[in-house]
């Protein structure tokens, strides 16, 4: 801590991952924190290691793409909306034949094309090679959204995905439509966001007095992180680019509406009485994963709804339930005179 009694983070503010907007956002509510920002949070990380500053904020994605020796995740601040947006002038259901949509992820490609197989998907990177004019930087997010956006005006593309925090870094100010979780609307595709999706988290050293910022960290978010990265320890790494993921904490309630306007009844059984009344109107812990084969056209979804005090058995089942299915959709299956000719496995992550 500064002689000033400031506490002092260390924030990248041109990244566009929202990290930058949270902490900007805890230094409004908390004026005992003053921001030092940096183009190079891997040497404020080396700094703070080394006893210069007092926390680092950064995205659960930096984190993880950069370990940082000496350094531990104290707390996360509230989770701002994890799920991707299309920028474009009608929803997807309305684009107009073989419409070019730019994705960079693999995985959103793959559920882009299980809600339209027609869509033409390309990448960033595929978009600039075919491009008579200069590109930007690709490692530049927030000058990739603005090209992006201004191809899309000149009709060159007709929308592309991007997280929101990088919407609203770009200041881009056209239509966008939410590539969401749908739930209680089992009519429309669902799309898991990527790992890790929308958490800002804090780095300290260890043995950073918890409690000097423990009003301004949010422990639901914090369980969440946990969550999802624990189910990502639990994953083949050679799936892990195909992997949509969602952990977060919900009221009973509306977990309850939905399960109604689905017709869920094996899951309403565990959890309500025989008179249809909660068994506890504690929070739960909904835990979602899916994989897509390369096309779209197949997909593994295994989720859970649990009670908070067992989340972590329930991230125990749902990996078992996941890895027992993905077993039997990927392997051989051999001529038998019993299942007759050879078949091919039933999905091909690879494209």
Request: charged letters at 25%; glycine letters at 8%.
């Amino acid at each position: 801590m500064s002689e000033e009694g400031t506490l002092q983070v260390y924030y990248n503010p041109s990244l566009g991952d929202g990290a930058g907007a949270g902490a900007r956002r805890l230094a409004e509510k908390n004026q005992a924190i003053s921001l030092l920002p940096t183009d190079n949070l891997s040497g404020a990380a080396d700094r703070l290691s080394q006893g210069e500053g007092d926390l680092l904020a950064c995205s659960a994605e930096w984190a993880i793409a950069n370990p940082c020796g000496g350094l531990t995740v104290v707390g996360t601040l509230a989770r701002k909306e994890p799920t991707l947006i299309m920028v474009s002038d009608d929803k997807m259901e309305y684009l107009a034949k073989s419409a070019i949509i730019v994705a960079e992820l693999e995985l959103t490609r793959r559920q882009l094309l299980r809600a339209r197989a027609d869509l033409d998907i390309r990448t960033p990177h595929s978009i600039a090679e075919s491009s008579r004019e200069e590109s930007p930087d690709l490692s530049d997010k927030v000058a990739v959204a603005t090209w992006l956006e201004d191809l899309r005006q000149r009709g060159e593309i007709d929308g592309f995905v991007i997280s929101r925090s990088l919407f609203d870094a770009a200041n881009i100010k056209s239509r966008r439509h939410t590539l969401g979780l749908q739930r209680g609307e089992s009519g429309r595709q669902r799309f898991l966001p990527p790992p890790w999706q929308g958490f800002t988290l804090l780095m300290a050293r260890p043995g950073f007095p918890l409690d000097i910022i423990i009003d301004d960290l949010d422990e639901s978010a914090f369980l969440a992180f946990n969550l999802e990265s624990k189910l990502l320890h639990g994953i083949d790494e050679n799936f892990l680019p195909y992997v949509g993921l969602y952990a977060g904490q919900r009221q009973i309630g509306p977990v309850l509406r939905e399960l109604d306007s689905e017709d869920d009844l094996h899951l309403r059984t565990e959890l309500t009485d025989g008179y249809g009344k909660p068994l506890s109107t504690k929070p739960r812990v909904e835990l979602m994963l899916e994989v897509l084969n390369s096309d779209g056209t197949v997909t593994i979804s295994v989720e859970r709804i649990a009670p908070y005090d067992e989340s972590g058995e329930a991230v125990i089942r749902i990996l078992q339930t996941f890895t027992d299915l993905m077993e039997i959709a990927t392997m051989e299956h051999l001529a038998s005179p019993r299942h007759g000719e050879a078949r091919p496995p039933m999905m091909n992550l690879e494209d």
